[in-house]
């Protein structure tokens, strides 16, 4: 097991080092100039131009600014924002749980309701109950989300009224954030009405970021189940006596959820790539937000900064994955 | 009143190409301390009709029989509660591939403990200390260390042992073995004959045993079945069988066997068992009979009386093997 781990990490290394490459490369081969963006309608002598991207240092040749940068990052230094003059790590790490309380509530939701429908699509094999959920879940897999996101909107915010459009939280409750995480803040601000309100804000964007893993999850429920249901052991199960819920939740649930968790990790990075989009569509205010509109200011730093933590947290999401495939399947962990 | 009763059992698989017929018409009465062992080809239907008592065929099974009782009661009509109290206590099973046949994510004794749970409502001391009593009980080896070992940790005979151990957990009335030595080696094999034998011997149970080998029949059972194709061909004591068969396919078995009586696997006869495709008309062996005619070709044949071993068959063999 400490075998496996280490080679894992040191696989990581080089992975890191072609992201590196990959998010310095990939905002300057966008047209479109930081600096004229920052001054906007105003416009800019040339002479001033020049000046100023000499401070920023983007008139040095291309590779001395990517080993400035790969220097920088040693010593752990991502960077400067060019528009706030903040520090990238630290915008990240302010936004970064609004981001996560997002993921975390839509891979519940994909879990708590994608691994269920999956169980009993394959249960209930080749009934009405299991096309109709298959064919839903095609549905929400090929959904484009921009579209499904301001769809929901209309009809539950415009329409309805049932939920709030935007935010995180109604205007009306302020406080310091102590977690970062909206839910528990409310709870512990202990102004009445502030989780509900907090909670209210999370729906939609949950649901619109939960969409696509959740259909994943569920297809690839199904089809590990009925893989698992066919096997010996089961009859060896059913043949001990035990109940139908056994059988189905323990004995085939247990291994039908080891290609399962491979698959929760993947969607991690899908999240990730979700929340940017949905983020956007919310105005949640969390790291994808952030990334779509540094893209927009050509804030090369924080692009940069954003993209290689960003790329950070799946590996490590990914690895802890891989830690906790070994962990619930047994022939891994005896290795 | 017998342990278990079955008449007239049937089970049709619904496929893809029209119901197929795996097993038809088959009965079997087993008393209580009886080895009753039932032998045939690949492809008889030997699990399926047992599978088909314990209900573990899968859904696309019909199963149909005009008597399917154990111990009095009607398995058929039973509330699907009430029979899983009956399966896995007093009817237990255990299977052909053992190494498939434990779930990789348990440890054996967790998968034995099972039972005592389910069955004996026993506690957690309680069920490790039976579940270890048991584990000595099948002969495992270091049995302290094995009961918290995965199946992937265990040997094909080891699984097996531990098979038979959550069988006869709760002290069976009725084992039905299919197969038990196929994946195991030859001085294992012996062993777990041997045990399953004495555990007839102290707990007074029955004992189901299918098999390929016919030296495991002369050994062990008393009386035996020769299932082909779905259908049971003959019906005799052990030792009538092997002084006089009058079935032909059983004949032709017999005559083949290297050292007759002493051992040996089913010994190859020209032809297969027929598939869901190529059932031919009238008797279903007819293809591979030497005494096949007009009649047989088109006529199913009866069921012989005792005597000619409840052949069923139009021309039984009448002369004892040599
Ligand atoms: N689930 C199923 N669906 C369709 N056909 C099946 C199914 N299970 C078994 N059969 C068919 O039923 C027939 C009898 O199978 P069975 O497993 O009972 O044979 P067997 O006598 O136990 O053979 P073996 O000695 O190889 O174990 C075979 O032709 C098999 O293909
Ligand atoms: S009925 Fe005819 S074909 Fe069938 S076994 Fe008897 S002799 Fe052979
Ligand atoms: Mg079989």
């Known amino acids: 097991m400490f075998g496996f781990l280490l080679r894992r990490v040191a696989f990581l ?67 400067t924002s060019i528009i706030t003059k903040n520090p990238v790590l630290g915008e990240f790490l302010t936004l970064f749980p609004a981001t996560v309380e997002l993921s975390l509530c839509a891979i519940f939701l994909a879990v708590a309701l994608g691994v269920p429908a999956g169980v009993i699509a394959a249960v209930r094999r080749g009934s009405l109950l299991e096309q109709a959920m298959m064919g839903t879940a095609l549905v929400g897999y090929s959904m484009p989300i921009f579209w499904w996101g301001l769809l929901l909107i209309i009809l539950f915010s415009g329409i309805l009224h049932w939920t709030p459009v935007s935010g995180r939280i109604s205007l009306i409750y302020f406080f310091e954030p102590v977690t970062g995480f909206m ?47 066919g096997e010996d052991y089961i009859r060896t199960a059913r043949a001990k006596g035990l109940s139908p819920l056994r059988v ?46 540094s893209i927009f200011r ?38 | 009143m017998a342990l278990l009763e079955i008449r007239n059992l049937s089970v049709e698989f619904d496929t893809t190409s029209g119901p197929f ?30 599978l088909a008592l314990m209900g573990l065929l899968p859904d696309g099974a019909t199963v149909t029989a005009d008597r399917l009782t154990f111990e009095g009661e009607d398995l058929q009509r039973m509330p699907a509660r009430q029979r899983r109290q009956v399966i896995g206590r007093d009817v237990s099973m255990i ?120 030296g495991v029949v002369a050994e062990t059972a008393e009386r035996v079945v020769v299932q082909y194709a779905g259908q049971q061909v003959e019906r005799q004591s052990v030792r009538g069988l092997f002084r ?7 004949h032709a078995l017999l005559a083949a066997l290297p050292e007759r009586a002493e051992g040996g696997r089913l010994p190859a006869i020209p032809g297969v068992v027929p598939g869901q495709g190529d059932r031919p008309a009238g008797c279903l062996f007819n293809p591979r009979c030497a005494r096949a005619d007009a009649l047989c070709r088109s006529v199913a044949p009866p069921r012989l009386e005792p005597a000619l071993g409840e052949a069923l068959c139009h021309h039984p063999v009448r002369e004892p093997l040599a």
């Open chain 1, 298 to 335: 050509r804030d090369y730093p924080a692009v940069q900064g954003g993209l290689l933590l960003i790329a950070g947290v799946v590996m490590v999401v990914n690895l802890v994955v891989d830690l906790l495939y070994g962990l619930i399947n047994p022939r891994i962990r005896h290795q």
């Open chain 1, 183 to 229: 839910l528990i803040d409310a709870l512990l601000s202990g102004q009445e009405g502030a989780f509900g309100s907090a909670l209210s804000h999370l729906i939609l964007p949950s649901i619109v970021l939960a969409t696509i893993p959740l259909a994943v999850i569920a297809r690839q429920t199904r089809s590990a189940m009925l893989e698992v249901l």
């Open chain 1, 13 to 79: 290394a080089p992975t890191f080092v072609g992201i590196t490459v990959v998010a310095f490369g990939f905002i300057r081969i966008l047209p479109g100039d930081p600096v004229l963006l920052m001054a906007g309608e105003r416009g800019l002598t040339p002479e001033r131009h020049a000046e100023l991207l000499h401070q920023l240092g983007f008139d040095r040749p291309i590779w001395q600014q990517y080993l400035t940068y790969l220097g920088n990052l040693l010593q752990g230094d991502l960077g």
């Open chain 1, 248 to 293: 189905i939740g323990l004995h085939a649930l247990r291994n039908a959820l080891i290609p399962v968790i491979t698959t929760i990790g993947l969607q991690v990075g899908v999240l990730l790539a979700g929340a940017i989009l949905t983020e956007t569509i919310f105005s949640w205010p969390g790291v994808g937000k952030w990334m779509v509109d």
């Open chain 2, 95 to 214: 299977f052909q591939d053992p190494i498939a046949s434990l779930n990789p994510c348990f440890t054996a004794g967790f998968q034995i403990g099972e039972v005592l749970q389910a069955h004996l409502g026993l506690g957690r001391r309680q069920r490790r200390e039976r579940t270890l009593e048991l584990l000595r009980l099948v002969g495992m080896p270091e049995p302290e260390r094995r009961i918290d070992a995965f199946p992937h940790q265990l040997s094909g005979g080891m699984s097996q042992r531990v098979l038979i151990a959550m069988a006869i957990a709760c002290r069976p009335k009725l084992l039905i073995a299919d197969e038990p030595t196929t994946a195991l080696d030859v001085t294992i094999q012996a062993q777990i004959l041997d045990l399953l034998l004495q555990l007839r011997d102290e707990t007074g149970m029955a004992l189901v045993l299918i098999t390929h080998d016919m």
């Open chain 2, 244 to 250: 006089a068969p009058h079935h032909p396919y059983t």
């Open chain 2, 21 to 50: 017929r795996a097993v038809d018409g088959v009965d079997l009465t087993v008393d209580p301390r009886e080895v009753v062992a039932i032998v045939g080809e690949s492809g008889s239907g030997k699990s399926v009709a047992m």
